[in-house]
């Protein structure tokens, strides 16, 4: 079980998001993480609109996925969202997308940036909205050092 806040939501799958070889197109895992972070702002009392509507953007600086089981047309799925890492300049959102039998089908990370929408220049995620960091702060998953080794 998990000390740190995640966030879940089912995931619709289309036959039109499906390939030839009749599983989920990779790249709509990116949509399935929009998913799953837009849920996860929205569970703790947020909404990207309003970062939007004060003045910023929070675009994906880099996303990393590793694919583990296909999904198939007619599966269920859920995407999984947490905060891996925040420090005021970047955050990092860790995902896992599993099937109805909770076998792990993809686990990915988005990092993000927030910057001003006038100019799109960076600037500070704990100082243009404290209050949200510091939420994020308090739910994030807590990185243990062991030995010189991250877990």
Request: charged content about 25%; overall charge negative; glycine content about 6%.
């Amino acid at each position: 079980m998990e000390d740190f806040f995640v966030s879940t939501r089912e995931i619709q799958l289309y036959y039109a998001d499906t390939d030839m070889m009749g599983v989920i197109y990779h790249a709509n895992y990116l949509k399935f993480f929009e998913l799953g972070r837009t849920g996860l702002i929205e569970d703790l009392g947020y909404q990207y609109v309003a970062m939007e509507e004060a003045g910023f953007y929070a675009p994906v600086y880099d996303v990393q996925v590793t694919y583990k089981k296909p999904l198939r047309y007619g599966d269920q799925a859920f995407v999984k969202t947490w905060v891996d890492h925040n420090d005021g300049i970047k955050t990092i959102y860790g995902y896992n997308i599993i099937n109805g039998d909770e076998e792990l089908c993809a686990t990915g990370k988005t990092t993000h940036i927030i910057v001003k929408k006038d100019n799109f220049r960076p600037t500070s995620f704990k100082k243009a909205f404290p209050e949200w960091f510091l939420k994020y702060e308090e739910i994030k998953k807590i990185e243990l050092t062991i030995d010189n080794k991250t877990t």
